[in-house]
């Protein structure tokens, strides 16, 4: 009788390692990924604060264009986008 529960509770330990394992691997797999998104929180955060420079900026580019771009005609080929500004 013990025999037996010993070999079970030794097959019991043996899953237990594996999952130990498993879950180290996991562990690992998953700490690169964070460690991944921190760098990229910190990239974009980056773009972030620019953007909000560029928006200011951008609106008073549009107030002083928009004149300009309802004169514009915008012509689009496969691969590349060319504007051209009549001067109409």
């Given amino acids: 009788m013990t025999i037996s ?11 237990t390692k594996t ?3 498993i ?7 998953t700490e690169t990924p964070i460690g991944m998104t921190k760098k990229v929180i910190r990239m974009t ?3 972030i604060q620019i953007t909000f420079l560029v928006i200011p900026i951008n ?3 549009f107030a002083i264009t928009s ?5 514009a005609v915008s012509v689009v080929s496969p691969g590349s ?5 009549g001067s109409s």
């Fill in 5 to 15: 529960v010993i070999g079970i509770t030794e097959s019991v330990i043996g899953i």
């Fill in 19 to 21: 999952v130990i394992r």
């Fill in 23 to 29: 879950t180290k691997m996991v562990i690992r797999i």
């Fill in 45 to 47: 955060k980056t773009p």
């Fill in 59 to 61: 609106e008073t580019a």
């Fill in 67 to 71: 004149p300009v771009v309802a004169k």
């Fill in 81 to 85: 986008t060319q504007v051209l500004v």
